[in-house]
């Protein structure tokens, strides 16, 4: 467990300092600058209260199930996803809570591994015959990068249409007029562009009148969310006689993918085609160029739902549905300014 004495010393500071400042003492006299990198120090550690590990043990939250919509591999070549489950787990061993993983398979999991803990996160998609069997069998339940059809669940992400719409606006500021599209479609959705990123980029190249489906490709891979996919999508826009001057994929992930597709093809990114992104996974800063992406808070959204199911733990019984900001993040795979020619 992380002290206060080690937060000190990081900071320089005394144990007392600390003290009063992670209780929020208003008669303390310290600089702001001071006070952020005491709670900046304390954040980076993983450091809790003793009132808010007493407050999960007073609410009867001793173990925490999480339940994944990947199977493990999957899961390992997605690091948004490893994120996000690392900040429930870092959240739950801060309250010293227990966390036990249940992830996808062909099959329902046993329903005793749910009934054992004192509530549920479910991370990712979830069919309703899936959500009603979590709720059959969960104490408390909390969807982590999800938001049900119904508004009866506690539910922590993003706004995927409003950051795409975001995302597409700002690359129309950059002068990009013709902006393709390389995702996935809903596991068992008949509809190629159900997926909330594909439908809001249809949505907003009609209202801009820049829609051109021919430049909007989907893959029902079962390995949906990997570099292939990516190389395999993009090559397929590229080769057409109209190529885009710009690329949304649809993770970064996805990006990666395109990033080989475009310089096999002896292509320049940003000069010749852009790409842009979501997720902000670690290695994006890292590509050549580094890749301009959407920041999703994934450790921030597991944060988060642990919290809300302190809340219900507690007696809440009024659901929440709760979106964290997205932010874009510009780097060398785009435009940082207007063209000229356009």
């Known amino acids: 467990m992380v002290t206060l004495k080690e937060i000190a010393g990081v900071v320089g500071v005394s144990t007392a300092t600390v003290s009063r400042v992670l209780n929020f003492d208003a008669t303390l006299s ?17 450091y809790s209260t003793p009132r808010a590990r007493n407050r999960a043990s007073q609410q009867g939250l001793s173990k925490v199930a999480l339940v994944h ?48 803990a004192s509530g549920v996160i479910a991370i990712g998609f979830h069919r309703d015959e899936e959500i009603a069997w979590l709720r059959r069998h969960a104490r408390h339940l909390v969807f982590a990068d999800f938001f049900p059809p119904s508004d009866e669940h506690d539910c922590v992400g993003c706004d995927l249409a409003a950051a795409t719409r975001k995302l597409l606006g700002a690359l129309k500021g950059l002068g990009y007029r013709r902006i393709g599209f390389v995702g996935w479609m809903e596991e068992g959705a008949s509809d190629p562009h159900a997926e ?86 670690s290695v994006a800063q890292f590509l050549g160029p580094p890749l ?38 510009w780097r060398g795979s785009t435009r940082t300014e207007a063209s000229a020619t356009t």
């Open 196 to 281: 909330v990123r594909c439908r809001t980029y249809l949505e907003w190249s009609r209202a801009n009148a820049t829609l051109d489906p021919a430049i909007c490709v989907t893959d029902r891979a079962v390995e949906r969310n990997t570099e292939q996919t990516g190389y395999r999508l993009a090559r397929r826009l590229l080769e057409q006689p109209a190529r885009p001057d710009a690329i949304v994929t649809c993770n970064d992930n996805i990006a990666v993918g395109a990033y080989r597709a475009i310089h096999e093809l002896g292509l320049r990114i940003p000069e010749d085609v852009a790409v842009a992104s979501f997720n902000d996974i």
């Open 292 to 329: 301009s992406t959407i920041h999703l808070p994934a450790e921030e959204i597991g944060e988060v739902a642990v919290e809300l199911l302190l809340e219900q733990a507690a007696g809440r019984d009024l659901a929440k549905r709760i979106n964290l900001a997205s932010r874009l993040i």
């Open 69 to 116: 919509f990947l199977r493990p591999d999957q899961e390992l070549i997605d690091p948004y996803y490893v994120a996000l489950r690392l900040g429930i787990e870092s959240r739950c061993q801060a309250l010293k809570i227990e966390t036990v993983k249940v992830y996808h398979t062909d099959s329902m999991p046993d329903a005793s591994l749910l009934q054992s």
């Open 30 to 46: 310290i600089t702001s600058k001071k006070r952020q990198a005491i709670i900046e120090a304390a954040e980076a550690l993983n």
